[in-house]
């Protein structure tokens, strides 16, 4: 089979590779999609992941294909069926899986991180990490669940109730799934903030209420014409650049909850102005991965909950995935999958 390997200082190596073995328990899957998200684009630069990365090492956590064999153990899954892959893994054993934190676990271990991952043809993982997806279900939106699951994870840690207004900072692939995700959860505007004009327009499409150019208009007195008030209820930021996380805060209204969801480059900071954060009564909340919520994500995909075809812009054989990474950097763009 073929392998893309990342070597580490922005090199790749496709390989002609063994098939990976499956012991008892694991699941060997023959990949249809694989994802590139921003978090390949930081180890491509030279940063961790959400666990260290080793090159060389075959990267690719957003990964979703067909069951080929199955290890003598396995009960859930069956050659043929389709399925998406939960990359991560906790110990169980620290201090922050023990009460109920894994997210952050000390020795997190992650397919396509740590572990080589979909950015090969065929990929083996553990039973427990497999979800079946709906066979009528293209698996190129199977590759959309991992994301989907952390935009999940998101939305929970903010508590969005039925009602409120939201603001989505960045039309990229989390920020329009953030702008579906708010409208199923209640939310009785949605305002997407995104300086391109193409991701405005399929903003509106998967359902904002309203777009903001906030190169050219300014975000208060939008929100003020669009909401009766200054600022959202909620604010969520998906692009991880300080000028985005200013954006956030102009943007919250008095007890607003502001959810910094993306991942920022390593080093950066935003001052922010501690006697508005008083004043406003601010909430400022993090989200890191997945935990627990990939199945509720696969649940979404089957029932057709949520529009993934607007969001895929870009598909690249295995390869271009170094074309494919920079790709998904540009502002044309807004989700690239790679199809091994």
């Known amino acids: 089979m073929k392998g893309n390997y990342f070597l580490g200082d922005k090199k790749f190596r496709l390989d002609e590779i063994p098939v990976p073995e ?5 699941v060997l899957i023959r990949v249809a999609a694989c994802g590139i998200c921003g978090t390949d684009v930081h180890i491509y630069h030279g940063s961790k992941g959400s666990a260290e990365v080793h090159p ?3 990267l690719g956590h957003e990964l979703a294909g067909v069951v080929e064999k199955t290890g003598s153990a396995v009960t859930t899954v069956k050659p043929g069926d389709h399925v998406t892959v939960d990359p991560n893994s906790y110990c169980g054993k ?5 009460i109920g934190k894994k997210q952050v676990c000390e020795s997190l271990y992650a397919v396509g991180v740590n572990r080589d991952g979909g950015f090969a043809q065929y990929c083996a993982v553990p039973e427990t990490q497999c979800y079946q997806l709906d066979k009528e279900i293209p698996l190129k939106y199977g ?7 952390c935009c ?7 508590g969005l109730v039925p009602g409120n207004t939201v603001c989505v900072i960045g039309g990229g692939a989390i920020g329009l ?14 305002v997407l903030s995104e300086p391109v004009s193409m991701r405005r327009e399929i903003g509106m499409k998967v359902g904002a209420d309203a777009v903001i150019d906030p190169v050219h208009e300014e975000i208060g007195q939008r929100l003020t014409e669009i909401l009766g008030t200054p600022g959202a209820d909620v604010v969520i930021e998906c692009v991880g650049i300080p ?13 607003a909850v502001i959810l910094l969801f993306s991942v920022p480059s390593p080093g950066s900071t935003y001052a922010m102005h501690l006697e508005e954060i008083f004043q406003k009564e601010l909430t400022i909340v993090g989200s890191i991965i997945n935990p627990d919520t990939h199945g509720r994500a696969v649940a979404l995909i089957n029932s ?6 607007p969001l895929i812009t870009h598909l690249f054989p295995l390869d271009q995935l170094e074309q494919a990474i920079l790709a998904q950097q540009s502002s044309e763009s807004i989700k690239v999958i790679v199809e091994p």
């Open 22 to 26: 499956t012991g008892e328990h694991d």
């Open 56 to 58: 060389p090492v075959i």
């Open 94 to 98: 620290c201090h922050y899986c023990k």
């Open 143 to 149: 590759a959309m669940t991992e994301p989907l699951a």
């Open 152 to 158: 999940i994870h998101g939305i929970d840690r903010i």
């Open 177 to 190: 799934i953030m702008v579906q995700l708010a409208k199923l959860s209640g939310a009785s505007k949605v």
């Open 243 to 255: 000028a985005a996380a200013e954006q956030a805060f102009k943007a919250a209204d008095k007890g």
């Open 304 to 309: 057709n909950a949520i529009q993934l075809e």
